[in-house]
T-cell receptor
Framework: AQSVTQLGSHVSVSEGALVLLRCNYS??????LFWYVQYPNQGLQLLLK??????LVKGINGFEAEFKKSETSFHLTKPSAHMSDAAEYFC????????????FGKGTMLLVSP | DAEITQSPRHKITETGRQVTLACHQT?????MFWYRQDLGHGLRLIHY???????NKGEVSDGYSVSRSNTEDLPLTLESAASSQTSVYFC????????????FGPGTRLTVT
């Protein structure tokens, strides 16, 4: 079965600093990969998705992620953190059957300090 | 605008009671999903449906059931609530059979005392 590992349950950055949230997946076939963001007391919303087209995927709010097959990684980055980026971020991988079920990582809480 | 709603947003119930959480989407999506979110576990899939009359068990389905009588609704029932089912529950939907993004509801916080 596919799985997702997010390294670090909490990541702290200063405003203006680079954001790097790590995601590694296990899948025997090329997966679809997603990053979602969850603000306090809200549902999840999609940041970006990889569906086997370009390996560098750009999302909303200045985030991007790069699919690296050799490293089985899909790390999320943003060049300059804003206070409004403080939230929990989830990486997810598609079910190998090609249908729509997703397996989520345990999440990384991003803390942004002034 | 299309949306996905959940009700109630907060619920407190007692151990052993039957509880039903509602999920309604106006996206006209075929696929609907129920997850629970617990600290340290992320989101775990409870049940899902690919269309009317279709239901499937997810990773943590014990003690839960769903039914799909129309496209818009997928209610989640806890047959006999247990304290271990205290959690935040999210409903989501997506379209088609191809892998596509899921749209999430705002969540229901359930406390079982």
């Amino acid at each position: 079965a596919q799985s997702v590992t997010q390294l670090g349950s909490h990541v702290s950055v200063s405003e203006g600093a680079l954001v790097l949230l790590r995601c590694n997946y296990s899948s025997s076939v090329p997966p679809y990969l997603f990053w979602y963001v969850q603000y306090p007391n809200q549902g999840l919303q999609l940041l970006l998705k990889y569906t086997s087209a370009a390996t560098l995927v750009k999302g909303i709010n200045g985030f991007e992620a790069e699919f690296k097959k050799s490293e089985t990684s899909f790390h999320l980055t943003k060049p300059s953190a804003h206070m409004s980026d403080a939230a929990e971020y989830f990486c997810a991988v598609s079910d190998q059957s090609g249908y729509s079920t997703l397996t989520f990582g345990k999440g990384t809480m991003l803390l942004v300090s002034p | 605008d299309a949306e996905i709603t959940q009700s109630p947003r907060h619920k407190i119930t007692e151990t052993g009671r039957q509880v039903t959480l509602a999920c309604h989407q106006t996206w006209n999506h075929n696929n609907m999903f129920w997850y629970r979110q617990d600290l340290g576990h992320g989101l775990r899939l409870i049940h899902y449906s690919y269309g009317v009359q279709d239901t499937n068990k997810g990773e943590v389905s014990d003690g839960y059931s769903v039914s799909r009588s129309n496209t818009e609704d997928l209610p989640l029932t806890l047959e006999s609530a247990a304290s271990s089912q205290t959690s935040v529950y999210f409903c989501a939907s997506s379209e088609g059979q191809e892998v596509s993004e899921q749209y999430f509801g705002p969540g229901t916080r359930l406390t079982v005392t």
